[in-house]
């Protein structure tokens, strides 16, 4: 019951539009450094370094909500194909992971849509794969239709499904004759038992439906999560179909259960480290906290310093 309101706080908090801006002035605080490799590109290469020596694979997303003017999406778009210059002169092993709303997904449909054509021309170019992260229900239907306009363009385009809704295993389905690259995840937002479980339960049993479906579909699926039953779940269906390892990988967050990536890395897995880095730092912590309130604890931690 507790750990429900916390959870509903933070993620009502998350969306706060005021907090956000008022946090990015004033720098990454509370102990967010635990989630968030930096502020600046430079940061964020120097940890995509790091985890690259281990063997890990990464994504990177550089932070940014409630973008709602023309000007800040076409600096959002720039930054991106930064990232992806960089990470090719730099030669590291990164994908870019980013969101429909820092590229104007909530000013203009067309403006968003040739936004990511700048990017994915570059990513093309560069040889760098791009992620579109799934943002709350309301954002799902437009984020799916640009989806599959880019994916009929692009190759190197993936995006996020998200097991807590409903809707999931249609989308799968509906998706199919693209064979996309999916994430699949349990889901970060705050929505209403209309269109999403309100029960953990469901949402696991959804969950390893929807790993099973995209897999036995021939599909490559990254399945990411930090929940060991799924992950067991995942290990024992690939034995069973006999699915190759090139066929699906696990990822992460930055900072969370570093020791399972590891072991499975060394286990023989392949393992991306999903690596959020830049000023926006404040929606991105909220949810973290939200799905584990015993991370406050780093909060109060942060707040003594
Ligand atoms: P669950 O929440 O059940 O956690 C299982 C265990 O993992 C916990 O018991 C705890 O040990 C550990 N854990 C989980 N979260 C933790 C945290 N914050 N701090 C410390 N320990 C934690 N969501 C979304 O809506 N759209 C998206 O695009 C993405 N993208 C994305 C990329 C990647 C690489 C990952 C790993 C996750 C996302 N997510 C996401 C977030 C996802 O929806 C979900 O909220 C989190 O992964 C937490 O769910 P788990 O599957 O880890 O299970």
Same mark, same amino acid.
């Given at each position: 019951?507790?750990?429900?309101?916390?959870?509903?706080?933070?993620?009502?908090?998350?969306?706060?539009?005021?907090?956000?801006?008022?946090?990015?002035?004033?720098?990454?605080?509370?102990?967010?450094?635990?989630?968030?490799?930096?502020?600046?590109?430079?940061?964020?290469?120097?940890?995509?370094?790091?985890?690259?020596?281990?063997?890990?694979?990464?994504?990177?997303?550089?932070?940014?909500?409630?973008?709602?003017?023309?000007?800040?999406?076409?600096?959002?778009?720039?930054?991106?194909?930064?990232?992806?210059?960089?990470?090719?002169?730099?030669?590291?092993?990164?994908?870019?992971?980013?969101?429909?709303?820092?590229?104007?997904?909530?000013?203009?449909?067309?403006?968003?849509?040739?936004?990511?054509?700048?990017?994915?021309?570059?990513?093309?170019?560069?040889?760098?794969?791009?992620? *579109?992260?799934?943002?709350?229900?309301?954002?799902?239907?437009?984020?799916?239709?640009?989806?599959?306009?880019?994916?009929?363009?692009?190759?190197?385009?993936?995006?996020?499904?998200?097991?807590?809704?409903?809707?999931?295993?249609?989308?799968?389905?509906?998706?199919?004759?693209?064979?996309?690259?999916?994430?699949?995840?349990?889901?970060?937002?705050?929505?209403?038992?209309?269109?999403?479980?309100?029960?953990?339960?469901?949402?696991?049993?959804?969950?390893?439906?929807?790993?099973?479906?995209?897999?036995?579909?021939?599909?490559?699926?990254?399945?990411?999560?930090?929940?060991?039953?799924?992950?067991?779940?995942?290990?024992?269906?690939?034995?069973?179909?006999?699915?190759?390892?090139?066929?699906?990988?696990?990822?992460?967050?930055?900072? *969370?259960?570093?020791?399972?990536?590891?072991?499975?890395?060394?286990?023989?897995?392949?393992?991306?480290?999903?690596?959020?880095?830049?000023?926006?730092?404040?929606?991105?912590?909220?949810?973290?906290?939200?799905?584990?309130?015993?991370?406050?604890?780093?909060?109060?931690?942060?707040?003594?310093?």
């Amino acid at each position: 019951m507790m750990e429900q309101v916390m959870r509903n706080f933070f993620l009502y908090m998350g969306k706060n539009r005021v907090a956000t801006k008022v946090a990015k002035r004033y720098g990454m605080r509370f102990g967010a450094s635990r989630f968030v490799a930096g502020a600046s590109l430079d940061s964020s290469v120097h940890a995509i370094k790091k985890l690259n020596q281990k063997g890990l694979s990464v994504t990177i997303d550089h932070l940014g909500e409630f973008v709602d003017n023309a000007a800040e999406a076409d600096e959002m778009t720039k930054h991106c194909i930064e990232a992806i210059e960089r990470i090719a002169k730099e030669n590291l092993d990164s994908q870019l992971s980013l969101k429909l709303t820092s590229m104007g997904l909530d000013i203009d449909y067309d403006m968003t849509v040739k936004n990511m054509r700048r990017i994915l021309k570059s990513a093309d170019q560069h040889d760098v794969f791009v992620t *579109i992260d799934m943002e709350d229900f309301e954002r799902c239907d437009k984020t799916i239709e640009i989806f599959t306009e880019l994916k009929k363009e692009f190759e190197n385009i993936g995006t996020v499904l998200q097991a807590y809704l409903y809707r999931v295993a249609d989308d799968v389905a509906n998706l199919n004759d693209l064979s996309p690259n999916l994430r699949l995840v349990k889901g970060a937002y705050k929505e209403s038992p209309k269109v999403a479980f309100p029960d953990k339960k469901d949402v696991d049993e959804n969950f390893k439906k929807i790993i099973r479906m995209h897999l036995l579909n021939g599909n490559y699926t990254a399945i990411a999560t930090h929940d060991d039953q799924i992950i067991e779940y995942t290990k024992e269906l690939v034995k069973e179909y006999n699915i190759p390892r090139s066929q699906f990988e696990f990822q992460m967050l930055y900072g *969370i259960c570093v020791d399972r990536q590891e072991a499975l890395l060394k286990d023989g897995y392949k393992m991306r480290v999903y690596v959020p880095y830049g000023k926006d730092w404040y929606g991105y912590f909220m949810r973290r906290l939200a799905e584990r309130p015993a991370n406050v604890a780093f909060v109060l931690k942060g707040m003594m310093k």
